[in-house]
């Protein structure tokens, strides 16, 4: 079965740095997304991608955040500057549409800043 | 925003008992409810979605329930097994109808004793 793979599983950063985190959704889908989840909390809503273009963001998805499909495969997320409060889990996800289509998750990259 | 309850952050049953969760949400009513299962580590998996004009869907083992006058979503695994040791999360837009992306509720933590 298709799946969304993300890489790296684990980055460590120093605060201020920047990183990227990628992503490979499955093949056939139109919409992207990214969520994050701290740990021990709820997996949050960070922003949503379609032909091209972010659809939606949350609050959390300032402007230290970005996101972009750079050609046919990979998705990526950008933190330009990290801070402590960024260490979470950040999960990429596709789907085939928009409204009540289930989202595919990929297994998730730890982001650990020091 | 919408706002999800899940209450009861830990569920502890025996092999071979029905396991019942529950999800409220406050706000508007969603066109579908989701419910996804996540073991530690990993992204969320998309498990079963209803839609607000079903009152009942099953899979294999599972059964949810969607009632939108109580604003509120069950979901029973019958016969349950270790394997299903699990946290469980429920799922719906943001806004009302199926607008808006996904927000998750903070789950329920399902234990299965042998």
């Known amino acids: 079965e298709p799946e969304v793979t993300q890489t790296p599983s684990h980055q460590v950063t120093q605060m201020g740095q920047e990183v990227i985190l990628r992503c490979v959704p499955i093949s056939n889908h139109l919409y992207f997304y990214w969520y994050r989840q701290i740990l021990g909390q709820k997996v949050e809503f960070l922003v949503s991608f379609y032909n091209n273009e972010i659809s939606e963001k949350s609050e959390i998805f300032d402007d230290q955040f970005s996101v972009e499909r750079p050609d046919g495969s990979n998705f990526t997320l950008k933190i330009r500057s990290t801070k402590l409060e960024d260490s979470a889990m950040y999960f990429c996800a596709s789907s085939d549409g928009q409204g009540n289509s289930p989202l595919h998750f990929g297994n998730g990259t730890r982001l650990t800043v020091t | 925003s919408q706002k999800i309850e899940q209450n009861s952050e830990a569920l502890n049953i025996q092999e071979g008992k029905t396991a019942t969760l529950t999800c409220n949400y406050t706000?508007?009513?969603?066109?579908?409810l989701q419910w996804y299962r996540q073991d530690p580590g990993r992204g969320p998996v998309f498990l079963l979605l209803?839609?607000?004009?079903?009152k009942e869907k099953r899979k294999e083992r599972l059964k949810v329930t969607f009632d939108t006058t109580l604003k509120q979503s069950l979901f029973h695994i019958t016969a349950s097994q270790p394997a299903d040791s699990a946290t469980y999360l429920c799922a719906l837009s943001n806004y009302g109808g199926s607008q808006g992306n996904l927000i998750f509720g903070k789950g329920t933590k399902l234990s299965v004793k042998p």
């Open positions: 706000n508007y009513s969603p066109a579908y």
């Open positions: 209803i839609r607000e004009n079903e």
